[in-house]
């Protein structure tokens, strides 16, 4: 059975910091290709960023290169999205999602809100 289960969420002011955390729960777990995605209220749900588990390779949008990072702890199967320097337009609610491929994700969490005040 696979579950995903995101948490760390919350309301922070902007310039601040948040580390979002995935409880991952799948077999071959090292197979997966694992990712983070938002979606704001009103507008399409958003790549955020995704991690090769097997390699650690991370890659990222523009929209928040710089400013988060993907990574895993593979004795907890968790994986972690830190954010840093926060704005207003990060508000939305995360979701971490696996799949076997790049751009395929057949397993998502239900997600954690993160809203950004000004």
């Known amino acids: 059975q696979v579950e995903l289960v995101e948490s760390g969420g919350g309301l922070v002011q902007a310039g601040e910091s948040v580390r979002l955390s995935c409880a991952v729960s799948i077999r071959a777990f090292n197979s997966y290709v694992l990712a983070w995605f938002r979606q704001a209220p009103g507008k399409d749900r958003e790549f955020v960023g995704h991690i090769i588990w097997s390699v650690g390779q991370t890659f990222y949008p523009d929209s928040v290169k710089g400013r988060f990072t993907i990574f895993g702890d593979r004795a907890k199967s968790r994986l972690y999205l830190q954010m840093d320097s926060l704005k207003p337009e990060d508000t939305a609610v995360y979701y971490c999602?696996?799949?076997?491929?790049?751009?395929?994700?057949?397993?998502w969490g239900q997600g954690t809100q993160v809203t950004v005040s000004s």
């Open positions: 999602a696996a799949g076997n491929m790049i751009g395929s994700y057949d397993f």
